[in-house]
């Protein structure tokens, strides 16, 4: 089996950082692209950046400049360091990755449960 853990959410006020993390454990031979994802009450699903395995990475215009994507391969975990946050980004942010398992010739996409962000004064 293989597991996503994510921690890192909470309550933070405008302007403010917070800094996510998303471990991926279990059975894994290797992990391709990694990513982040938001969905605010009301709203669809949405990218919010994407990690190559070596590290090309693309993010979605809304926070371009503030957000840096990262990740430790030897970890097995991909980082979100949120800067100048705003009320707009209050969302559950859930990570995602692409993941081949032993054995297997294909990858499997896997979702983590999902942590609360919350931008408010």
């Known amino acids: 089996q293989v597991q996503l853990v994510e921690s890192g959410g909470g309550l933070v006020q405008p302007g403010g950082s917070l800094r996510l993390s998303c471990a991926a454990s279990?059975?894994?031979?290797?992990?391709?692209?990694m990513g982040w994802y938001r969905q605010a009450p009301g709203k669809q699903r949405e990218l919010v950046a994407v990690i190559a395995r070596y590290g090309g990475s693309t993010y979605a215009d809304s926070v371009k400049g503030r957000f840096t994507i990262s990740r430790d391969n030897a970890r097995n975990t991909v980082y979100l360091q949120m800067n100048s946050l705003k009320p707009e980004d209050t969302a559950v942010y859930y990570c995602?990755?692409?993941?081949?398992?032993?054995?297997?010739?294909?990858?499997?996409?896997?979702w983590g449960q999902g942590t609360q962000v919350t931008v408010s004064s």
């Open positions: 995602e990755a692409q993941i081949q398992r032993p054995f297997r010739e294909y990858e499997d996409e896997y």
């Open positions: 279990g059975s894994i031979f290797s992990i391709s692209a």
